[in-house]
């Protein structure tokens, strides 16, 4: 049996696969909803006698060792294989299927352990039928109500195959078909890549696009987040936050990471700021500028459909504060509170995997770090007689005031130091007419501290901060003490 596709040569001046082939019968194969089909991108030689074939899940769903279908350019099947194991960006799955969430999507590697590269051709398809009375799982069947018909597909096709761009076309398109076209213009230009002319205007194609898509998000009604239950912010899954532009997309995602026991729900959220003639006012925080505070710079649009990766930044840039003195620039802490819930998320995840011990060290690590080097506010007062003088607003305090620094307690009677990243979770314990804050380090916090411990964003993340971890603290203070001075000698 020729394993290695030594064989005669079909019609077409392409290899048979094995000497057997022309005994193979051919037959049509009508596909249903449900049916898993995979369209092959690129083939690779694997091991001795293998392959590796690189595409994508156009429909369904693929466990390794399923026996499939590989199909010609013609439709018809040429010979039937079994998927030894199933990989993505170089790691095993459980399974392929077309509803896919992540930067990768539902691109796969499959790996077909006995027949070599020369047995496939990209562009084609491997294919199963559903088996009758097999059911489609309950993310596929939402995948399918939510995706865009062939015929939506077509019709965006017609509106960028056309030798310019027209902006009112452009207009008329959903944020999903803009990215659609996205896709088409990146696919088309990669294909034409031995064409520099073609390639050039394709990629001019996609340079128009892009700011298309920005502004379809600017000008929203309102953007979908999908917010973790078990932090009560949005869902932050390595180092990427996920926006939707339609619930229906959301309410898909949350079906998908309930298979991974990810507890999450749907917020619907502005994009604009709410105008002082709005009828009824958001009191809300926008969603782009709730992820700056946040420090959620990567947004990945529409996972789990055709999906873009922007930069929050490109939405709502941050604030310019350049023409401030640097005492009247507001303290905030984006990059803290991200490691903060990058931390909370993955810890409050209720799963096992191997080296998860590893993983949430690295995550706390970083959070502690990042803390040390944080502007903090801590909320305080002065208790004692204090007067204005007449017809001046400074306050003058006798030798009885005393600077007071405020302090919690927890059910269990333990006090602790409260701190805050920014003056909008400050606000949300101490008002501003009863408090004042104080800008301090981690260090001065520890030192201030009369309780068991410190809390950073109590009403918020509430990172608790006990004996050992304060230790660990110190100790990174300390590290970076040392390094310091070794750079300065």
């Known amino acids: 049996m020729g394993l290695f596709g030594f064989g005669k040569k079909n019609k077409q001046g392409r290899e048979n696969t094995f000497e057997e082939q022309e005994s193979v019968k051919e037959q049509d194969i009508s596909f249903q909803a449900g049916d898993m089909i995979f ?18 899940m156009m429909s369904g769903e693929l466990l390794p060792g399923t026996k499939i279908s590989y199909l010609g350019q013609n439709g018809r099947r040429i010979f039937d294989c079994t998927v030894e194991t199933i990989e993505q960006n170089g790691h095993a799955v459980k399974k392929a299927s077309a509803c896919w969430l992540g930067i990768y999507g539902p691109v796969f590697s499959l790996i077909i352990k006995d027949f070599a590269p020369n047995a496939f051709q990209g562009g084609n398809q491997l294919v199963r039928r559903m088996e009758t009375g097999e059911e489609t799982s309950p993310v596929l069947a939402a995948y399918e109500d939510c995706r865009m018909t ?32 996205l896709a088409c213009t990146r696919d088309q230009s990669n294909l034409c890549k031995d064409d520099a002319e073609q390639a050039a205007k394709w990629k001019e194609k996609g340079d128009k696009l892009y700011p298309c898509l920005l502004e379809k998000i600017k000008t929203a009604d309102a953007v979908y987040l999908t917010f973790d239950k078990n932090t009560g912010f949005p869902f932050y899954n390595n180092g990427i936050v996920e926006v939707y532009s339609k619930r229906q997309y959301a309410e898909l995602a949350v079906l998908y990471y309930k298979e991974q026991f990810r507890e999450l729900e749907v917020h619907e959220l502005s994009v604009k700021p709410e105008t002082e003639s709005s009828k009824e006012p958001d009191k809300r ?6 992820l700056y505070y946040l420090g959620m710079e ?37 990059v803290l509170r991200a490691r903060m819930l990058d931390f909370f998320g993955e810890a409050r995840w209720k799963v096992n995997y191997e080296k998860r011990a590893e993983v949430l060290q690295a995550k706390e690590l970083a959070m502690l770090s990042e803390l040390t080097n944080s502007k903090l506010l801590i909320p ?75 809390s950073v964003n109590p009403t918020g993340e509430n990172l608790v901060l006990k004996e050992k971890a304060i230790e660990a603290i110190k100790g990174i203070l300390a590290q970076k003490a040392k390094e310091s001075s070794g750079t300065e000698a």
């Open 285 to 290: 925080i926008p969603a782009f500028a709730m």
């Open 380 to 454: 305080m007062r002065y208790d004692g007689t204090a007067q204005k003088k007449p017809g001046e607003n400074q306050v003058v305090f006798t030798k009885d005031t005393k600077l007071m620094f405020a302090a919690i307690t927890n059910a269990a009677g333990e006090n602790y130091t409260p701190v805050f990243t920014d003056f909008t979770e400050f606000g949300k314990v101490y008002p501003a007419k009863d408090w004042g804050a104080a800008v301090v380090t981690i260090a001065d916090a520890i030192r201030v501290n009369q309780g068991v411990g410190i």
């Open 298 to 334: 990567r947004v990945l649009v529409d996972n789990g459909m055709y999906r873009a990766l922007i930069g929050r930044g490109d939405i709502l840039p941050p604030p310019d504060y350049s023409g401030l003195p640097q005492t009247q620039v507001p303290v905030s802490n984006p």
């Open 39 to 56: 369209e092959i991108g690129s083939v690779h030689p694997w091991k001795e006698q293998g392959s590796i074939l690189v595409g994508k």
């Open 150 to 181: 062939k015929e939506q597909e077509g019709a965006v096709r017609a509106v960028i195959g056309k030798d310019s761009l027209e902006e009112e076309e452009l207009k008329g398109l959903s944020i999903q078909e803009i990215i659609f076209a």
